[in-house]
């Protein structure tokens, strides 16, 4: 698996790469299951919350994630169709990065109170309740990659883009 990020390719090339609607999966089956749990190794290696399908070629709806990693845990969640089927009035703000944009940090605005469906790694419908930001935020900012969007789209002013320092040594 190749991570895809702004860094390596022309914005065209990385627009075609990235900004696209994946294909829901229809069946989970083994080859899927490997793949998934190929993405969380390759998410794990990357230290990082979570991962999109599209950000490493494949075209399928497909996260992962896991946002007890930062605290030292490990409660991986593989989710095949993710979708958010409610969500509540109220926001957040999210600071936010991206593996696919590793020199920009934003600010995107998040609902606080979402109802996440997907299929688990075992097939099965899953639905995940959350009011918790955290998870709230990866899982909103992988549904967007899955969707053909990346977090600085959800930002309306440009100024509000912060450019990391990427040629440190």
Known sequence: MRLITNLEWSKEDFDKRLRFKTEPVKKVNPVLQQL?????????????LGLAANQVGLRMKLCVIDPAYMQGEKIPIAMFNPEVVEHGEEFFVSPEGCLSLPDVGVHVNRFRNTKIR????????????????????????????????????????????????????
């Open 118 to 169: 997907f299929l688990g790694l075992n097939g099965k419908e899953y639905t995940i309740q959350d009011d918790n930001s955290l998870l709230s935020s990866v899982i909103q900012h992988e549904i967007d990659h899955l969707n053909g969007i990346i977090m600085t789209d959800r930002v309306p002013n440009a100024a509000e883009v912060h450019y990391k320092n990427t040629n440190a040594s």
């Open 36 to 48: 998934a749990v190929d993405l969380l190794e390759e998410m794990y290696n990357l230290n990082a």
